[in-house]
């Protein structure tokens, strides 16, 4: 019983890096329309920006958190305005999508360049050891607590600023309808950089969380929760908030425990084979809503 | 007080709008009609900055605004209803009307404007906490038109706003048109229903693939022998 308690616990931990993962998937699909499959690299360029901070110039854990946020928010902007932005509208969207494929490969071959492919051993930005319970039995490590609170303040702060922001309204106009949302006086082009700022700034904080959990930094740390985040986004249905959080959450849990009852070589295999029924009971993902059009 | 001079516009290979001229002066309505594909709703997306003009010129109270991006042209005083109401189906009916005074930050002027539309739209204010993609189309209808009313603008254009509602509804709307002009709002009317439109017009122009082919006064236009074969079926 102590034994599952602590995979499920390291389950939601691990659930809650790719729900943080999957908010910007989510967030950039709703608004953008598009698929940002470099958004995993993002995380690594930011583990990396947070290993230089900490490790190479010595400074405070938090602050070169900061630091990669904010440099990861610049580096979301630059690649919309570079890459997709002249893309937008005129190309297919295959055409954005294979972009965003070759800004992946982009950033993986800079990191390659400038940190080569030796791993960098990152050490955790949490110093916190965390608790035990049931008298030293269970074991909750304070990365894993401080992850899962981490996420569940980006998705409140999230959810306010939709909700409660005059920003976050233009979001979600300019998700449903770009034309009309100029229409309002919404500067389209600037609520989509919005959207990508924020998401790449969370991707820094999942990459600080993720490396802090699995301190081993390759140029290739950031494709594989990438792409889980993305199916986690899918799950959950691709364009809503809350979706991305429960199909983070659900798919962590169930790597987890996979990795524990079943198999560690099948676990990937048992996440991506979940999607694939999800999928077909349930085409728009858990939480996703089928557009309703009134004529 | 908005003056289009020669407007041309293409879509690709097609162009929508051969070269038209029309203007609208303060305090007027002015209904633009014209059949399927005229290219009524091609020179009001173009008005409003949602489709780039070729050539040709579109001037309101002065001002060019062939190069004004579409999300600055509310804040001139040009509100626009477009096409098929395209409210925010996923904000409710409060957060929609609160969409359309985005531009404005006077808090105390915008509840003033959000009572008004109230006033004027009941309906609004007994389901201002319900999701915008669960109202009937009339609503929608009624929505768009109060959203485009909370900007309090100088200029409103309407693109078929009876399409597709019972004749009920249909006179409900165009008696909320008369009443948004008795206010003191200029209108421009794209209708299919030309004779209600023109009913409530002070002058009308008819569209025909891309050209203007006829304008008036309103009263002339309906009984004009052309008109009455072609858009008002008799
Ligand atoms: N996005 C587009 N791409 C290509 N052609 C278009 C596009 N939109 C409109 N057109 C064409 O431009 C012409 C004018 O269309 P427009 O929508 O302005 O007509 P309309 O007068 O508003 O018609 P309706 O009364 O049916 O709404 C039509 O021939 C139409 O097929
Ligand atoms: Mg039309």
Redesign the pocket.
Known sequence: MLNFLTYFVNGISLGSIYAIIALGYTMVYGIAKMLNFAHGDVIMIGSYIIYTSMVTWGLDPLLSIVIAAAGCTVLGIVTEKVAYKPLRGAASSLAVLITAIGVSYLLQNLALLIFTANPKSFSSVVSWDGISLAGGELKIQGVTIITIITSLIVLLALQTFIKKTKQGQAMVAVSEDKGAAALMGINVNKTISLTFAIGSGLAAIAGALLCSAYPNLTPYTGAMPGIKAFVAAVLGGIGSIPGAMIGGLLLGIIESLSKRYISTQLSDAIVFSILIIVLLVRPTGLLGKKVQEKV | MLEIKDLEVS??M?K?LKGISFRVDEGEVIALI??????????L?TITGLLPAESGSIRFDGVELTKVPAHKIVAMGMAHVP?GRRVFANLSVLQNLRMGAYTRSDRDEISRNLEMVFSRFPRLKERQNQLSGTLSGGEQQMLAMGRALMSSPKIILM??PSMGLSPILVNEIFDIIEKVKADGTTVLL?E?NAKKALSISDRGYV?E??RIVLEGKASELLNNEQIRKAYLGE
Not at chain 2, 34 to 43: S, V
Request: charged share 15%; aromatic share 4%; proline share 0%.
């Open positions: 879509y690709g097609i929508a014209g059949a399927n594909g005229a290219g009524k709703t091609t020179a997306h096409e693109d078929e794209v299919q569209l693939t891309g």
